[in-house]
């Protein structure tokens, strides 16, 4: 059972480009929950996905990131205009439906680290 | 909302040397609880976890007993390992609430 996949690991964008992070759950999850570390910080929750709906979107800034969990394909965290400010590593989880054993657990991908020049 | 306290790193330890790390956090109802582990340049591993008062997780030799009464869930292992040195994270969460992660807590372990 492969783990929660993220690509790219690296991304680098110039200030004002747009960055598209894509992450896809372990099979059978149906959870998808974005975070962002900074350089020598923990990991701060930004957003809550399951298909096709947002859940819950209270870390995320109010302009120029927004996410989606389609029918199918990964989740994507999009970020417009890129800003110095947004390098960081993105962490994508995943866990199962609710009610099912285990629920309460998010496995983690291996990130994405994002430079902005 | 939910909130967790870790003791500050950096913690150095020398090999076979007996490992704390203390966590204790703020939770409405009865939270599961959890310890990851950061490698360099990874992601987050799970390490192990607690899901009601007085459980105790265990795994690579890490331990860590869910105290309710004190709240706490203090990470343990009797004998480290260069291996171990990581960024270590307490997190509690109930149902599929999203983690809540303090600043980590830094292990080196040095031959």
């Known amino acids: 059972n492969a783990g929660v996949m993220q690509n790219p690991r690296h991304l680098v964008r110039r200030r004002g480009q747009e960055a598209r992070l894509r992450c896809s759950p372990m099979k059978g999850h149906s959870h998808v929950y974005w975070y962002r570390q900074l350089p020598e910080e923990g990991l701060k929750f930004m957003v809550y996905?399951?298909?096709?709906?947002?859940?819950?979107e209270s870390g995320m800034p109010k302009e120029r990131f927004s996410a989606e969990f389609p029918k199918e394909g990964p989740s994507i965290l999009r970020i417009q205009q890129v800003v110095r400010g947004d390098s960081a590593a993105y962490f994508c989880?995943?866990?199962?439906?609710?009610?099912?054993?285990?629920?309460?657990?998010?496995?983690f991908g291996p990130g994405t680290r994002l430079t902005v020049l | 909302g939910d909130s967790v306290t870790q003791m500050e790193g950096p913690v150095t330890l020398s090999e076979e040397a007996f490992l704390t790390i203390n966590c204790t956090y703020t939770?409405?109802?009865?939270?599961?609880l959890f310890w990851y582990v950061q490698y360099p340049g990874e992601g987050l591993q799970l390490l192990l976890k607690?899901?009601?008062?007085?459980d105790k997780g265990s795994n690579k030799g890490f331990e860590a007993t869910y105290r309710k009464e004190t709240t706490s869930f203090h990470l343990e292992k009797g004998s480290v390992q260069v291996s171990d040195s990581a960024v270590y994270f307490c997190a509690p969460t109930s149902g599929n609430t999203p983690l809540v992660f303090g600043k980590g807590t830094r292990l080196s372990v040095i031959a």
């Open positions: 989880a995943s866990s199962p439906p609710s009610g099912r054993d285990g629920s309460d657990t998010q496995y």
């Open positions: 607690a899901t009601k008062a007085d």
């Open positions: 939770a409405t109802g009865y939270p599961s």
């Open positions: 996905l399951q298909k096709e709906n947002i859940i819950d």
